[in-house]
């Protein structure tokens, strides 16, 4: 079970603004930023989102993410079929002096 | 340009020990705040953290796995080995190494090798 929690799935219809939740603890989300990861089945994964909310070069801008307290959000606006995919947080755990992921969330484009 | 690339044995026994090589281009490890770690999962599940070297050699570890761990980095290689001691059929997954930044807050993996798949037979 990942100290990150993350809703298994979550889904919308083509256009629509999906947000996935990533919620942690005050020695991880809550002293340190989020980073969030994409990965299609059998692939690699990608860097999404780092320091909460910046995204790298070639992402687009209708991914945004957010950080309050110890949780923390990725949205997809304008969502379109090849969003299709898995989705993970991590942060760094000043505690357990670790990197932690989420459980990932499986996102389906209806 | 970075890419990294794992390679090692894809079949090890249970109890043997797993060694496993990432070879790296792009960026060197002699670099300030510049890392290397290793990421596995398991089949159809989450991605899981091992390990992590820096510039400076220090070494970070998962708690839950740190004593069956290490990690090493051979600089004028652009190498970086993982060792993983006692293997259980439990441990078969993909392993990914990917390139770290320790920037402020945040260590973010930004660049991936392709993973290799590792089956622990019983």
């Known amino acids: 079970q990942s100290v990150l929690t993350q809703p298994p799935s979550a889904s919308g219809t083509p256009g629509q603004r999906v947000t996935i939740s990533c919620s942690g603890g005050?020695?991880?989300?809550?002293?340190?930023?989020v980073n969030w990861y994409q990965q299609f089945p059998g692939t690699a994964p990608k860097l999404l989102m780092y320091?909460?909310?910046q995204r790298p070069s070639g992402v687009p801008d209708r991914l945004s993410g957010s950080k309050s307290g110890t949780s923390a959000s990725l949205a997809i606006s304008g969502l379109q079929p090849e969003d299709e995919a898995n989705y993970y947080c991590?942060?760094?755990?000043?505690?357990?002096?670790?990197?932690?992921f989420g459980g990932g969330t499986k996102l389906a484009v209806l | 340009q970075i890419t990294l690339k794992e390679s090692g044995p894809t079949l090890v026994k249970h109890t043997q020990t797993l060694m496993l090589t990432c070879t790296f281009s792009g960026f060197s490890l002699r670099t300030s705040g510049v890392g290397v770690g290793w990421i596995r999962q398991p089949p159809g599940k989450a991605l899981e953290w091992l390990a992590l070297i820096y510039w400076d050699d220090s070494k970070r570890y998962s708690p839950s796995l740190g004593s069956r761990l290490r990690i090493t980095k051979d600089t004028s290689k652009n190498q970086v080995v993982l060792t993983m001691s006692n293997v259980d059929p439990v441990d078969t997954g993909t392993y990914f190494c990917?390139?770290?930044?320790?920037?402020?807050?945040?260590?973010?993996?930004?660049?991936w090798g392709h993973g290799i798949p590792v089956t622990v037979s019983s």
């Open positions: 005050n020695s991880n989300i809550g002293s340190n930023a």
């Open positions: 320091s909460n909310s």
């Open positions: 991590a942060a760094w755990d000043d505690s357990l002096n670790a990197v932690l």
């Open positions: 990917a390139h770290n930044v320790e920037m402020a807050a945040t260590r973010p993996f930004d660049f």
